[in-house]
């Protein structure tokens, strides 16, 4: 059963989101094997001012 991990920053549609579960899933059957079911994804919405690149945050 592949799980994925996805962080992004806060903003995408949940339409983005969707068409990006739908890639994402597609790549790992066919890379894999795996049954579509069977591939899991947790998609995780971080808030700008919680990521931070170069000494300063998004936010």
């Known amino acids: 059963m592949p799980i994925v991990h996805i962080e992004l920053l806060e903003g995408r549609t949940q339409e983005q989101k969707n068409e990006m579960v739908k890639e994402v899933t597609a790549a ?25 690149v170069g000494g300063k945050t998004k936010g």
Do not use: F, Q, S
């Open 28 to 52: 790992i059957v066919k890379t894999t094997g795996a049954n579509e079911e069977a591939v899991h994804i947790v998609i995780t919405d971080m808030e700008k001012g919680n990521y931070a």
